[in-house]
Structures are given as structure tokens and as C-alpha cells.
């Protein structure tokens, strides 16, 4: 049986309990209504596409979008919104992968960097800094122009060249971390540097990291794109937003639909995942109030 309050003190102090019980940010909200509809459309892309993305329809090419075809066909009358579909898959797989390979060197070697310092801080920080001072769109042109373009090669090259940003930060928020009284606890304790690392260290610098991770995805995403245009990132005949809008842009004066729509798909997953990344910055970041 509950017990009754019978304290004036208690009883005022539960509006006060309450009151920090504040509401989500409207931003995780939407962020992650955004991000669910696109995860749950890059699963179920196969079910929910009328037309194998393949499929062409030579008698409706260049259709103006209708109840047929809801996004038009293009040059050879395959299905743009088929193909929208299947392309979601092909831009969350790369922008995921190569956000959690970027996220396993950059946060590891961050974390080493801040918590070693000395010899093998100078080396990361210095690794860091002349993989960062080259524009990644030329490494990674470099890479793939050496060896045959792939959607798993394209992933990898640029989860390395996200890795020193990551690793930055991760390296800046571990020197802060360190004078802490539970990083000296730990040590008096005679804790060994994995336990130290990822049992004290990886749960305060994660908060921090999960506005950086979004970006890292939102970059990989518009990379990848920029790749496939160009003619170094998946190719033919695949799905990929990046290669439908290269496509397109022959005939975007007679079907503007062709870019368009991979355009403004493109655009709608960048802000979601942007919005996601601010909002879950807001909840688990103490010092934005995030104790909720």
C-alpha cells in the first residue's frame, strides 16, 4: 500500500518533481518521425515500390508524374518513384556504415589520445590534422579511382576520412573529463585502461558525440551522393539518388521530375537526421537540461 502524504513539505515538493519532468524537443519529435518514416521506407522498399526498379516502359518514357507512375518515368520509362524507393536503402546503408566506421576509429583513437596523452597523442593529433588538410572529396576521388567503385568501398573511404573530426572531439571532451573525480576514483581503484576507456570514459563523451554522428551521416549521405554523380560512387543501373540526378540532368528542362525528386528526398534526410542529432543533444547533454 502506498504511503499517504501528511507532509505539507512533501506535498509541495511534488509539483516541483513534476515540473522537471519536462516534455521532449519538438526537434527529437519530428527528427525521429522523419527518421522512422525513412527507415521503415528503405526496409519495406521492395513492398511498397510498384515497378521493379529495373522495369523499363519504353511507350511512357519521360511520363509526367500521375497516378501510374506517382514520381513520372524517366529517359528509358523506368518508374522514378520505384526507383526513389530503392535508392533510400542504397544512401542509409552508406551513410550508416560509414558513419559507425567512422565512429569506431575516431572515438577509440580519441579516447586513447586524451587519456595517454604524451608520444601517442602528438601521433594521432598530427595524423588528424594531415588527413584533414586535404579536401575528403579528392582522397576519396583518389581511393576509388584506383580500384573499382563499390557501395562498401565508397562506405569505407569515407568513414576514414570522418574519423579525425570524431576523433577531435572525442580527444577535446576526454581532456575535460579528466580531472574528474570519478576518472581519479577509478584510478585509485586500480582500474586497467579498457575498463577505464569504455566502462568511465564512453558513456559521458557519448552525448556529446551523437551531433557529431548525425553530421557524420548527413556527410557521408550528400559524399555518397556527390560520388555517384560524378561517376566514382555506385554505378549503373542501380538506384542511387546521387546517380538519378546525374541521369536527370540532361532533361531537366523537359522532366524536371528526374532530379527533382531524389533532390528533395535527399533533402528531406538531411533535416531529419540533422533534427534528430540536435534533439537527442538536448535530452542526454546535462548542462542543455537534459535530465528530464
Known sequence: MAT??????????????????????????????IVTALL???????VLAPYPYDQMHIADRFS????????????????VFSRLLLGS???????????????????????????????????VMRAFDLM?????????????????????????????????????????????LMTGEFIEAARARGERLRYMLWRELLPNVWPVLMVEASLRVVFAVLLGAVLSFLGFGVQPPAADWGLMISDGRAFVEMAPWISLAP?????????GISLLGDGLREVLDPRLGGQR
Open 4 to 33: 499517504p502524504l501528511t507532509d505539507a513539505t512533501d506535498v509541495a515538493a511534488v509539483p516541483d518533481v513534476l515540473a522537471k519532468r519536462r516534455p521532449l524537443p519538438p526537434t527529437l519529435l519530428i527528427g525521429a518521425s
Open 89 to 123: 536503402q542504397l544512401s542509409l546503408l552508406l551513410g550508416i556504415t560509414a558513419t559507425l566506421i567512422s565512429m569506431a576509429l575516431g572515438v577509440t583513437l580519441g579516447m586513447l589520445a586524451g587519456y595517454r596523452r604524451g608520444v601517442l597523442d602528438e601521433v
Open 40 to 46: 521503415l521506407t528503405a526496409a519495406f522498399a521492395q
Open 64 to 79: 509526367a508524374p500521375c497516378p501510374k507512375y506517382l514520381a513520372g518515368t524517366d529517359e528509358y520509362g523506368r518508374d
Open 132 to 176: 584533414m588538410a586535404f579536401p575528403p572529396i579528392m582522397l576519396v576521388l583518389l581511393i576509388l579511382a584506383i580500384t573499382p567503385p563499390s557501395l562498401m568501398k565508397t562506405a569505407l573511404a569515407i568513414g576514414i576520412l570522418s574519423a579525425p573530426p570524431i576523433g577531435r572531439v572525442t580527444r577535446s571532451v576526454t581532456l575535460n
Open 263 to 271: 533532390g528533395i528526398a535527399m533533402g528531406i534526410t538531411v533535416i
